[in-house]
């Protein structure tokens, strides 16, 4: 069993910078695949950012690319999405997730995703 919770959202100006954090509990972290998703009023949820076991690969949204990245810290067990620039339609419920299957490098596809955290709200204003 794995749980996870989400910091760091809030409201936002067009153009600052935001980092939401995941913390995982358990002893294993470092099995799982990571990922962030977010969720818009009314939409459905969309993939934002992947990352492997280790840290070593990547793989964003194309909505995201360029300005935001998904790095880790195993030590910590902890899981971070950096937002650079962000713009209103990156308006959204965040949601940390985990990965187990062992043949996974890393996923966009949510239905792959054994764990999620509650979420956390970015609001970027104009």
């Known amino acids: 069993q794995v749980q996870l919770v989400e910091s760091g959202g809030g409201l936002v100006q067009r153009g600052d910078s935001l980092r939401l954090s995941c913390a995982a509990s358990?002893?294993?972290?470092?099995?799982?695949?990571m990922g962030w998703f977010r969720q818009a009023p009314g939409k459905e949820r969309d993939f934002v950012a992947t990352i492997s076991r280790r840290g070593s690969s990547t793989y964003l949204a194309d909505a995201v690319k360029g300005r935001f990245t998904i790095s880790r810290d195993n030590a910590k067990n902890m899981v971070y999405l950096q937002m650079n620039n962000p713009r209103p339609e990156d308006t959204a419920v965040y949601y940390c997730?985990?990965?187990?299957?062992?043949?996974?490098?890393?996923?966009?596809?949510?239905?792959?995703?054994?764990?999620w955290g509650q979420g956390t709200q970015v609001t970027v204003s104009s």
């Open positions: 997730a985990a990965a187990t299957a062992s043949g996974l490098v890393y996923s966009g596809h949510g239905r792959q995703y054994d764990y």
């Open positions: 358990g002893r294993t972290f470092s099995n799982y695949v």
